[in-house]
């Protein structure tokens, strides 16, 4: 479909206007747009041409050139001549960028569904669908139009269509496909490699150039060092940075640490007090004995890391770069960037932050959204890896290894208590209109709902009746990552990214390392999926969640995602 949509692009092109004219004289021709290319995944000056009246709808991300905020999509009304100069993100995994045009003044348009890309829009007639939904100009409160959802669409528009390219100065081997952006997975890479780097050095600490051993939280050498490590680099940013260190008394009155959160600050500039949180444990499983083994030597799975490349490094750096690009930018909310402690031991680090300092000693603090990372990089686009580390596995019918739990990477969004409702749509339909285009995920991404499922079976039947869609969106009714702590404390709608857990053979393993996360990602010399190093498809995968993850800062930030129930 794709193929054949980038030739009906080609054939419209030197015509104009052969996709829904909507009056005698408009079509595409009669909007000039430069550069004719733009570059994916940054914000960019496009300088619009008007050659006659007409009004455009920008449906992206576009920066306002007053406040600096960005806002989700604007209309531009253009006088004959006119030249209008905006800013806006070009979507980092797609190729094609569409402008609709209509009549000046006009204030409803049609808009894509939140589960299809512009693609499928167009290929499907665009707006000719009486069930398209639409979107209406509303009371203007910066120097951009904003807009909102609408009941009617107001019927055809013109399109103009543009390509967006991304480049980069990486091989593809090395993950170039996904290396350039104002964050890109190439970056996140290297920063999972700076934390989990086993180089042997002489710190006395860990004897690792990485930062290994990060059990628990305070009162561990290991993680205090780490920790170090985070209110250096937050700090760099320009961030506000503070260590939050809760602890406890036991019956006998003795103090016990419990927590060492790392959390950044950047202060909104419109509702300093609505806070909009990042959040990703660094701590990582401790040993249950002195001796920790690889189960790739002994075939046994026992229970402790020093590493923790998948959980939590991954989580960690996503976060991290997350923050440095977004100190970029002027927010309306207080941006907050949070690492916790004790994620392991039963969310301790994030129980303690949002049941004390936030509802206790900030009571006038409301947390409008939180974002979660815990666990990415071991699923799409490797094709779920091989059981045991098994070089050559058994395939099953399907396409995937034999003996092994295969799962999807997961968007878990709550609170969600009924597994047969969405119990907070708003949040369903902005992750679908974000992945869908964007993310250019529209092919592989599904929606989970178990209406006709018990609410133990229900997320793996429906996964199975949908083939086994490689993405998935869903409503959490679980609570093993610090989202919990946010839904259960504060009533704050939560998004979370992650992936295998008990199918991932290094899950809580001394074998979860980076090498061990490539290595399952690795597609070469199989016949399942697209052929791809580890190191590629890790990339991708990263450079997939961060952005999924940023683009839902963006949103939040110009309308918060507030708890439906």
């Given at each position: ?7 009906f692009v080609?054939?419209?092109?030197p015509i ?6 909507s009056?005698d004289?408009?079509?595409?021709t ?17 300088v ?8 455009v ?8 050139s007053?406040s600096?905020?960005?806002q ?5 009304d253009m006088d ?7 800013e806006?993100?070009a979507?980092?995994r797609?190729?094609?960028?569409v402008?609709l045009l209509?009549?000046k003044g006009?204030?409803m348009?049609?808009?894509?569904k939140a589960n ?6 167009l290929?499907r ?22 807009l909102s959802?609408?009941?009617e669409n ?10 967006a390219?991304?480049?980069?100065s990486?091989s593809?081997?090395?993950g170039?496909?996904?290396s350039?952006?104002?964050v890109?997975?190439r ?8 934390i ?8 006395p600490?860990?004897g690792?150039?990485?930062?290994w051993?990060?059990w628990?939280?305070?009162g ?6 780490a ?6 680099e937050?700090?760099?940013f320009?961030?506000?940075?503070t260590a ?9 009155g003795?103090?016990?640490p419990e927590?060492?959160?790392i959390c950044a600050y ?6 300093e ?8 444990h ?7 004995n ?6 790739h ?11 923790g ?6 989580g960690?750096?996503m ?9 970029m930018?002027?927010s309306?909310?207080?941006?907050v960037?949070c ?12 129980d303690y932050?949002?049941?004390?300092f936030?509802?206790?000693d900030?009571?006038d603090?409301?947390v409008?959204?939180?974002?979660n990372?815990d ?12 059981p045991h580390?098994?070089p ?22 709550g ?10 749509p ?5 992750s679908n209109?974000?992945?869908a285009?964007?993310l ?11 209406a ?7 997320k ?5 009746d949908m083939?086994r869609?490689e993405?998935i ?14 839904q259960d404390?504060l009533?704050t709608?939560t ?6 857990v008990d ?18 990602m690795?597609?070469?010399g ?9 190191v ?9 969640i961060?952005?999924?993850?940023l683009?839902?800062?963006f949103?939040?930030d ?5 708890n439906?129930?």
């Amino acid at each position: 479909m794709r193929v054949l949509l980038a030739v009906f692009v080609i054939l419209c092109a030197p015509i104009g206007g052969c996709f829904g004219e909507s009056s005698d004289s408009l079509d595409s021709t009669k909007l000039e747009v430069g550069p004719e290319t733009l570059i994916s995944g940054i914000f960019q000056e496009v300088v619009l041409t008007a050659e006659m009246d007409l009004s455009v709808l920008v449906p992206y991300l576009v920066k306002d050139s007053g406040s600096g905020f960005v806002q989700n999509s604007t209309l531009l009304d253009m006088d004959r001549g006119d030249e209008l100069t905006i800013e806006v993100l070009a979507p980092p995994r797609t190729e094609s960028f569409v402008l609709l045009l209509g009549e000046k003044g006009r204030d409803m348009w049609p808009v894509r569904k939140a589960n299809e890309s512009w693609d499928s829009w167009l290929w499907r007639g665009g707006d000719s669908g009486s069930d398209s939904p639409g979107v209406t100009r509303v009371d203007q409160n910066s120097s951009l139009t904003n807009l909102s959802s609408s009941l009617e669409n107001g019927g055809a528009v013109v399109v103009k269509i543009l390509q967006a390219h991304r480049p980069s100065s990486v091989s593809i081997q090395e993950g170039g496909s996904h290396s350039s952006g104002i964050v890109h997975g190439r970056v996140v890479y290297d920063r999972l490699f700076e934390i989990t780097d086993p180089t042997d050095s002489l710190d006395p600490i860990d004897g690792k150039r990485g930062y290994w051993d990060r059990w628990a939280g305070q009162g561990n050498p290991g993680y205090e060092d780490a920790a170090q490590y985070l209110i250096s680099e937050l700090s760099s940013f320009g961030l506000d940075v503070t260590a939050h260190r809760f602890e406890f008394t036991d019956i006998f009155g003795v103090q016990n640490p419990e927590s060492y959160n790392i959390c950044a600050y950047k202060w909104g500039s419109l509702f300093e007090n609505e806070w909009l949180v990042f959040g990703a444990h660094f701590d990582v499983a401790p040993p249950a004995n002195l001796v920790m083994l690889d189960p790739h030597l002994t075939g046994q799975r026992t229970y402790g890391t020093r590493v923790g490349a998948y959980d939590n490094s991954a989580g960690t750096s996503m976060v991290l770069e997350a923050a440095r690009a977004l100190t970029m930018f002027e927010s309306r909310r207080t941006m907050v960037f949070c690492f916790w402690s004790g994620e392991e031991g039963g969310k301790r680090g994030s129980d303690y932050w949002t049941e004390y300092f936030v509802k206790e000693d900030n009571p006038d603090v409301t947390v409008t959204n939180y974002i979660n990372l815990d666990m990415g990089g071991v699923n799409w686009p490797g094709g779920g890896g091989a059981p045991h580390g098994d070089p050559d596995p058994q395939l099953d019918e399907d396409g995937y290894p034999k003996d092994t739990e295969v799962w999807p990477m997961r968007v878990y969004i709550g609170p969600g208590p009924n597994h047969d409702q969405f119990d907070q749509p708003e949040m369903i339909g902005l992750s679908n209109w974000i992945g869908a285009d964007a993310l250019g995920l529209e092919d592989q991404i599904g929606t989970l709902l178990g209406a006709n499922y018990s609410a133990d079976t229900w997320k793996t039947n429906v996964w199975l009746d949908m083939d086994r869609p490689e993405v998935i969106v869903y409503e959490d009714t679980t609570a093993r990552s610090d989202h919990a702590s946010f839904q259960d404390n504060l009533g704050t709608v939560t998004l979370g990214f992650g992936g295998l857990v008990d199918g991932y053979w290094c899950y809580h393993q001394t074998c979860d390392t980076l090498e061990e996360m490539e290595q399952w990602m690795d597609t070469t010399g199989k016949n399942y999926g697209e052929e791809n190093t580890g190191v590629a498809n890790l990339v991708n995968s990263l450079d997939m969640i961060t952005w999924w993850a940023l683009m839902t800062f963006f949103h939040c930030d110009e309308s918060p995602v507030l708890n439906a129930l």
